[in-house]
Nanobody, 128 residues
Framework: QVQLVESGGGSVQAGGSLRLSCAASTYTFNSRCMGWFRQAPGKEREGVAHIGTASGTTYTADSVKGRFTISRDNVKNTVYLQMTSLRPEDTAMYYC?????????????????????WGQGTQVTVAS
């Protein structure tokens, strides 16, 4: 059973930065897609970013592109989300997630629908 523990959330002013971390307790970390999702009150959960097993392939949602960067450290079993130029609309609970890669068009890829293991979440609040 994979356990994911997020940290790094908090309250910042608009324009500020935060780095979220997610530590995974599994020896299979290297073989899993890792992602970050967020959910604001009254809104649906949104996929923010994900990263492939070898860190070569990343996806970033249009709403955060150019401001958020996902990365992973396969030695520390940790995935990060560097968030810059934060906006009030980034306020949400942020969740780390893990899932198996899938073969898409002959290549390994991560799919948002395949993330099935979740952390407890860390709150990010951006004040205007």
């Amino acid at each position: 059973q994979v356990q994911l523990v997020e940290s790094g959330g908090g309250s910042v002013q608009a324009g500020g930065s935060l780095r979220l971390s997610c530590a995974a307790s599994t020896y299979t970390f290297n073989s899993r897609c890792m992602g970050w999702f967020r959910q604001a009150p009254g809104k649906e959960r949104e996929g923010v970013a994900h990263i492939g097993t070898a860190s070569g392939t990343t996806y970033t949602a249009d709403s955060v592109k150019g401001r958020f960067t996902i990365s992973r450290d396969n030695v520390k079993n940790t995935v990060y989300l560097q968030m810059t130029s934060l906006r009030p609309e980034d306020t949400a609970m942020y969740y780390c997630a893990a899932g198996p890669p899938a073969v898409v068009a002959g290549k390994w890829a991560c799919k948002l629908a395949d993330f099935r293991t979740w952390g407890q979440g860390t709150q990010v609040t951006v004040a205007s």
